[in-house]
């Protein structure tokens, strides 16, 4: 058994950042399941929304945000991220990371970015490759600790809690389970601060921009300890994730509608002032559906976002990433509109947490895209989520070195028991529940709902549930077997969450209760196994 301070799962901006500030104070183990910079944020194009202009002011970033949010944002959430925001920034430029400026009237200022629902300019970005950015910079910085143990290709498999062990007294997160995939064992892990940092879940549909790695993985681990499990309902598609055959994941930043880029149908049409005056530029959940309904009504497999009125030398400049990908498709985007359809992007509910990241069991933290904090509410604005990963994991930081609570004696966890059958046959039946799983998702609890089609998934994912459990108990396990039991949890919980959400209210839209509905349902879902 080994033991740590600190335990960090996941490496991403929320994750890693918790870990740099707690490294002056214990032994730290973050474990992350494939290499350090295979995270949400490496992949994040846009940028973090952050007030830093004159221009700009706390009151309006915390107002679009509440307006995005649709009535369930927590506000003295949405105030703490939002005026916290500017010192998280400055301690991330403080390690190196150099935002983008500009030349205004002879001196330099930072660039802000625009997109949909934001009243001002106010994200920051570094071109179009923002979180890769951030990644590649707290990463080198934590290469730097050497209280900090980065376990590549670890995954944890389940969390260790006293009410496991079958202690009597007040449940704890006591450790975890982790599996070496190199050497195919499991290993027990014991630390009183365990931080999930995992990312979120967009793997579960069968069309997302997240990458592989996206397997809801924190939530369903959180789920099976009885942890409060909130807004699962509230997924995020993005409405421009590249069309094309070879293409897997690829998102067209929502940066390119706000420097002008216009989403036009089959037939040339900006369709989106037909559906919103805000046009190319509204709120996501409200263009992921025109974008949908467009779709349907035409037939037609995607809608195109054309951009081609801006100069090619402004394109290439400030989106280099997207501009190449595109091109080796073959797109020319500063020529041609690029063929686009929304797909599920981020996951705005989660594992149930106070401003500290602090979840219902003790010793239990959640931070960045897996934790429901209360700033998203029902539907995230654009680029708030780095800047959550960033607050958040602060003070989480600050409320773990405080706490000097943590079980004095020495406790001693049992070792992880597994069945060792390995039939290889059988895995052909992962792949294929995997496949049928994120099917199932994206055809009957996509953009557009009804209680029938939820009612279906539903009966469907028991079943699936039931193998998987069967699986799990008798086989050896690997990381495909644990990424599905994790997937199939946690389409449960979206489905169960949507069930119980009968209005439609930011990205839960029903055709079966077409109005919101706030005597009822002005509120989060909340679900726990206890
Ligand atoms: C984007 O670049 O469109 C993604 C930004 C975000 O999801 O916050």
Redesign the pocket.
């Known amino acids: 058994m080994k033991e740590y301070d600190f335990v960090v799962i996941g490496s991403g901006i929320a994750g890693l950042s918790f870990a740099l500030k707690v490294a002056k104070y214990g032994s730290v183990a973050v474990i992350t399941k494939r290499k350090g910079a295979d995270t949400n944020t490496a992949w994040?194009?846009?940028?973090i929304?952050c007030v830093t202009s004159d221009e700009d002011s706390f009151e309006l970033h915390v107002r679009d945000t509440l307006v995005a949010g649709a009535g369930l944002c927590d506000e003295a959430v949405v105030r703490t991220v939002v005026t916290e925001g500017p010192e998280r920034i400055r301690e991330l430029m403080e390690l190196g990371l150099q935002f983008d400026e500009r030349d205004v009237s002879g001196h330099r200022e930072l660039d802000l970015g625009r997109?949909g629902g934001h009243s001002k300019r106010r994200?920051l970005h570094v071109q179009?490759v923002?979180g890769k950015e951030i990644e590649e910079t707290l990463l080198r910085e934590l290469r730097r600790q050497s209280e900090v143990e980065l376990l590549e290709n670890h995954m944890a498999v389940d969390l260790i809690t006293a009410a496991k062990l079958g202690f009597a007294a007040e449940d704890r997160c006591l450790g975890v389970y982790m599996l070496d995939e190199k050497k195919g064992e499991v290993e027990t892990i014991r630390s009183d601060r365990i931080v999930l940092a995992t990312g979120g879940c967009g793997k579960v549909y069968l069309y997302t921009?997240n990458p592989d790695i996206a397997t809801g993985d924190g939530v369903a681990m959180a789920w099976r300890v009885g942890a409060e499990i909130a807004n699962m309902e509230f997924i995020?598609f993005?409405p421009?994730c590249l069309f094309h055959a070879q293409a897997k994941s690829f998102?067209?930043?929502?940066?390119?509608r706000g420097e002008g880029g216009i989403l036009r149908n089959n037939r040339g049409e900006d369709f989106m002032k037909r559906y919103d005056a805000r046009g190319s530029l509204a709120p996501?959940d409200i263009v992921a559906r025109a974008i949908d309904a467009e779709i349907k009504r035409s037939g037609a497999k995607c809608v195109f976002l054309d951009i081609t009125h801006k100069s090619p030398e402004f394109i290439r400049e400030r989106f280099p990433h997207i501009y190449e990908t595109c091109l080796r498709f073959g797109i020319d985007m500063s020529k041609q509109a690029i063929p686009v359809v929304p797909a599920a992007?981020?996951q705005c509910g989660g594992i149930k947490t106070d401003m500290n990241g602090a979840t219902n069991l003790p010793g239990l933290y959640a931070i960045g895209e897996v934790a429901c904090t209360g700033l998203h509410g029902a539907n995230?604005?654009?680029?708030?989520?780095?800047l959550e990963g960033l607050v958040v994991a602060h003070r989480a930081a600050v409320a773990c070195i405080d706490i000097r609570s943590g079980s004095k004696q020495r406790i001693s966890l049992p070792e992880w028991k597994s069945g060792d059958v390995q039939d290889v046959d059988e895995m052909v039946v992962i792949y294929h529940n995997w496949d049928e799983i994120r099917r199932l998702m994206w055809d009957y609890v996509g953009i557009v709902r009804t209680d029938k089609r939820l009612q279906r998934a539903s009966a469907r994912l028991r079943n699936l549930q039931r193998e998987i459990r069967e699986f799990y108990w008798n086989f050896k396990i690997s990381v495909d077997l644990l990424e599905l039991r994790n997937l199939a949890t946690v389409a449960a919980l979206i489905v169960d969450s949507a069930l119980s959400r009968k209005e439609s209210r930011g990205l839960h839209y029903t055709l079966d209760y077409p109005e919101t509905e706030d005597r009822q349902f002005k509120g989060e879902t909340v679900l726990s196994r206890g």
């Open positions: 994040a194009q846009g940028g929304a997109e994200v179009d923002t921009t995020q993005h421009t998102l067209i930043s929502e940066a390119v996501r992007h981020y995230r604005l654009a680029s708030n989520s780095l």
